[in-house]
């Protein structure tokens, strides 16, 4: 009889900073998903998932393409049947020649080896679920798990997931084993309860038999629509790993986050609490909105924590008795007209008190200097003082003497 394991206590990590207060990475391995690697100390990567039916080509293709304009670096692609995995052929086909290569992830489900193997030859990588990928008819009226039964099971599992790992080992490709806590499957709910113990003991099922095979592009996603559930997850992920000696990239989301302010954070709460700790390789945000709203999203959390710089960032006072003009218009006069730059940092502050010192780290500085006029800095020196209604223009002058404009 399968006995319940002592719980476990997840390590909490600390935050990673390096003495220049830059997050520190955890160290993983290198994963190639198409043009882009996955890990070894590469940039953490952008996904998203088209919502379009495969089997609408024209649809699918456009949808990708939109997707890459924005920013997203790999996109994923449900493939529910054969004949969605038979029309990758011809979307991978459209996006390549009408467009350019973009990495490509099919997204496998239930009892999926033969979707699975032929998807895998128009695609980049295969995501599959580990209580989905051999489905287990739940007995409500269980009350035990022998030792037979579960390995039983394994034997099923690895028999079906061999042919995939072989191919993509083979073609140099790449698996997700994305492990869902809605969808645990039933032994693990069995053993584990519905805990980040079973979505970690589901994945490390997964990635011995792969290990087996010597097979390692492996990426792991361990997702909830509970944030701390998730947070919790992927942390007692990292302890196991570390204690195995395995160093696999994770993908971080929270799923089914829903939409709107809310579903934004979630997503930042989950994601950005575990990227601040050096966890976390590539990232999806899932809104129950367009997947192109998802993008900036994603940059947005990456750039706040400094790992990717792909905007403009303002540092703004949040204004008080001692405010010399309209802040918050001032602060969209300044970014409507230089949030196209990139890696810059603009601060708008509102008096000379706090300003020098709180926009220290900024490369240029608009702040109140007196009724009608306003100073600009370059870093933490002071360059002109000219009148407020003439500032956005001199600001962008400097930034032009300085060589660090381009046009919109």
Not at 80 to 104: G, W
Not at 124 to 151: C, H, S, W
Not at 162 to 176: A, C, G, T, W
Request: proline content about 5%.
């Amino acid at each position: 009889m399968q006995t319940l394991p002592t719980p476990v206590t997840t390590k909490v990590s600390s935050i990673c900073l390096a003495t220049d207060g830059k997050i520190q990475r955890r160290q993983t391995r290198p994963v190639p998903v198409g043009s882009i690697t996955i890990g070894g100390g590469h940039p953490v990567a952008v996904q998203s998932m088209i919502n379009e039916d495969t089997l609408d080509i024209d649809a699918s293709v456009a949808a990708i393409r939109r997707l890459h304009e924005i920013g997203c670096e790999i996109v994923r692609v449900t493939v529910p049947s054969m004949a969605h995995a038979k029309a990758m052929e011809e979307i991978r086909h459209r996006v390549f020649t009408t467009y350019q290569p973009v990495p490509l992830v099919a997204d496998v489900h239930h009892n999926g080896l033969k979707i699975a193997l032929e998807a895998a030859k128009h695609v980049d990588n295969v995501r599959i679920n580990p209580g989905l990928y051999v489905f287990e008819k739940p007995k409500l009226d269980r009350t035990e798990y022998t030792q037979a039964e579960f390995d039983e099971i394994g034997d099923r599992i690895r028999e079906t997931l061999e042919p995939l790992v072989v191919s993509l080992r083979d073609q140099n490709k790449s698996m997700r084993i994305g492990v869902n806590h809605g969808s645990l499957a039933e032994r693990m709910l069995f053993t584990y309860g519905d805990t980040p113990e079973g979505m970690v003991e589901s994945a490390l099922e997964f990635i011995r038999i792969c290990e087996s095979l010597n097979f390692y592009n492996l990426e792991i996603s361990l997702k909830a629509s509970n944030v701390p559930v998730m947070i919790s997850a992927n942390r007692l992920m990292v302890q196991r790993m570390d204690e195995l000696g395995m160093n696999y990239p994770l993908h971080l989301g929270v799923t089914e986050a829903g939409d709107g302010e809310y579903g934004r954070i979630k997503s930042t709460a989950g994601i950005g609490t575990l990227l601040a700790e050096g966890i976390g390789d590539t990232i999806r945000v899932s809104l129950t909105e367009a997947p192109e709203k998802e993008i900036p999203v994603c940059y947005s959390i990456l750039q706040a924590l400094g790992l990717r710089r792909t905007m403009v960032e303002y540092v703004a006072c949040p204004s008080c008795g001692r405010t010399l003009f309209n802040l918050e218009e001032v602060l969209h006069q300044v970014r409507a007209a230089t949030n196209h730059l990139t890696g810059l940092n603009i601060a708008v502050m509102g008096c000379i008190v706090n300003g020098p010192g709180e926009m220290a780290d900024a490369d240029y500085g608009y702040v109140g200097k007196q009724a009608g006029y306003i100073a600009l800095y370059r870093g933490r020196e002071e360059i002109k003082k000219v009148p407020e209604d003439r500032g956005v223009e001199e600001l962008i002058n400097l930034i032009k003497a300085d060589g660090r404009w381009v046009d919109p």
